[in-house]
């Protein structure tokens, strides 16, 4: 089954693991256990070894639980263009 990563995240951050996580729960009705959490979190430090750190990505993330194998498919990678030197502020 394949799940997508709609908004740009951090591989190696916890919300990689929740958006993969979710969008399984929601989209497949299936509950990820230990298990696969932990291929998860492998799974992104392999992508930030191969894409750099301080990047984020978004995608789609193949996962097959009959052979037990989570895949990086389709990948975007996501760099910091720019930095605000100056504070911003709203009235409310």
């Known amino acids: 089954m394949e799940v997508e990563i709609p908004r740009p995240v951090n ?3 916890f919300s990689f693991i929740k958006v993969v ?4 729960i929601h989209q497949h009705n299936v509950q990820p256990d230990k298990e696969l959490t932990k291929a998860l979190q ?3 430090f392999k992508i930030q070894e191969k894409i750099g750190k301080d990047k984020l990505i978004k995608g789609v993330i193949e996962v097959d639980l009959e052979n037990k194998v989570v895949k990086a498919k389709k990948i975007e990678v996501w760099e910091k ?3 605000l030197e100056e504070p911003l502020s709203v009235n409310f």
């Open 11 to 13: 591989p190696t951050g």
């Open 42 to 44: 492998y799974l992104g």
């Open 21 to 24: 996580s979710g969008a399984l």
């Open 81 to 83: 263009t720019k930095e």
